[in-house]
């Protein structure tokens, strides 16, 4: 049965390698520290350079907090502390009311290095709730909201119901994503973390949603789009649009309330697991593998794994039997620095043997010598070419990323045209008493 696989890592260009500084959370509460500049609390440091803590308010009431990069050596010495320290700027001396899921951005609200005991604070938090904090120093944002259980899309080709959206998949660091069906232009969405048992519930359910940073109803049209900002919002404001159908890969960051769209490739693999393609843009490849291969003159070839293939590249896709797989479209590529021995086909024939070279083609779990009478090789899908026959029942592929599961995962033969070929794949007209390749399998002659 087909699935959709989601992003549940990285899409190119929006995750980025970070350095290892510890991030500490200081506050007013137990859960915070208790304004011990020796206690902070570590935060988790997200691959992005971002950072985020969760914790269960214990009490019904106002909390206080900031941010540093560096613990006092006991309980007196704020020096430490404050010395690497974010807090309100000096704009804003007093302590800075944050408004629940609307982001906190800029110098004007975040200053490092401040000497004093200004600090932000969220009024009212509710007894045995879990409330998220997301902190970005590099771009100077700060969110406060919930820690959800769930996050949903709603609208699309759900409709626009209060008891029914599309469920994301939940990944690290309160990434989550899904793949997004626009079934007619002008589509409108937006996001949800909770979804009530009636379907026009709107009363109910604007508490929980969150879209469009000005609370404006922007068209989403140029793609790819990357860390879109998004803020808790009424009922009335902050959805989206696309005016284009098509399955588009959502990823949203909840921890920052940012969101990125991207346009999708789909592939389908066989009952085997593999499929071969060639992509009409430039891609990055998640959920499954995609390789190029490279030749090694002896009748077989390497493949090798490639992530972020240019537009236009012949691969072959290794994953899960029967399954949809949708690929987003990045904003460019990697080439390739090696030939590749992946071949894009036109819809024309190829022949088994032509111009020296031997052509293979997928057929389940394995490449086969094309019919000589020729093979037609759809357009989007590719073929192996080799400057050398592989014997039948020999490894024609070997992949450098897994070579023990890759040496018995693929092997050859030829193609399914009921001829005889002898154990070297060559073909026999009249065979005799022995043993042969037929469609791929061995046949005994008696």
Avoid at 117 to 143: A, C, I, K, M, Q
Avoid at 429 to 446: D, E, R, S
Wanted: proline fraction near 2%.
């Amino acid at each position: 049965m087909k699935k959709l696989i989601t992003l549940l890592l990285a899409i190119a260009g929006m995750v980025s390698t970070a350095s290892a500084t510890t991030m500490y959370i200081l506050g007013s509460n137990s859960e915070l520290g208790a304004w011990d500049p020796s206690a902070g609390i570590a935060m988790t440091a997200a691959s992005d350079g971002t950072y985020y803590f969760t914790f269960t308010a214990s009490k019904s009431e106002t909390y206080y907090f900031c941010f540093s990069t560096a613990l006092g050596t006991n309980k007196d010495d704020w020096n430490t502390f404050n010395g690497s320290s974010y807090r309100p700027s000096a704009n804003n001396s007093n302590s800075y009311k944050l408004t629940f899921g609307l982001p906190l951005t800029g110098s004007n609200y975040i200053l490092s290095g401040k000497s004093s005991d200004s600090s932000y604070y969220v009024e009212n938090l509710t007894s045995g709730t879990s409330y998220l904090v997301g902190f970005d120093p590099t771009n100077l944002r700060l969110v406060f909201t919930y820690a959800p259980s769930n996050v949903y899309i709603l609208g699309g080709a759900n409709g626009w119901h209060t008891n029914s959206g599309t469920t994301m998949t939940a990944g690290d660091d309160y990434i989550y994503t899904a793949d997004f069906v626009i079934s007619e232009g002008a589509t409108t969405f937006a996001f949800s973390t909770y979804l009530s048992s009636t379907e026009n519930d709107w009363n109910g359910i604007g508490a929980y949603r969150f879209g469009d940073e000005n609370q404006s109803s922007p068209t989403l049209n140029s793609f790819p789009i990357s860390g879109y900002g998004m803020r808790w919002t009424s009922e009335n404001g902050g959805t989206y649009s696309i005016s284009t159908a098509g399955i588009y890969k959502i990823v949203l960051d909840y921890k920052m309330l940012k969101l990125s769209v991207y346009q999708t490739e789909s592939v389908n693999t066989n009952t085997s697991g593999y499929c071969t393609y060639v992509n009409t843009n430039s891609l990055t490849i998640s959920g499954a593998t995609a390789y190029y291969a490279v030749d090694t003159n002896d009748g077989s070839a390497t493949a090798k794994a490639i992530t972020n293939p240019v537009a236009n590249t012949p691969m072959l896709i290794k994953g899960e039997a029967s399954t949809t797989y949708y690929f987003a479209v990045a904003a460019s590529g990697t080439s390739l620095d090696e030939t590749n021995a992946f071949k894009a086909g036109d819809g024309s024939t190829i022949n088994g043997t032509a111009d020296g070279k031997f052509n293979y083609v997928l057929n389940g779990d394995a490449f086969y010598l094309a019919k000589s009478s020729g093979t037609t090789v759809a357009s989007g899908k590719a073929y192996l070419q080799l400057s050398k026959q592989a014997g039948a029942g020999a490894r024609v592929l070997r992949f450098a990323d897994d070579e023990t599961q890759a040496i018995n995962a693929i092997s050859t033969g030829n193609v399914a045209d009921g001829a005889y070929y002898n154990l070297s794949g060559q073909r026999v007209g009249a065979p005799t008493k022995g043993l042969y390749i037929q469609n791929g399998k061995k046949m005994i002659v008696k």
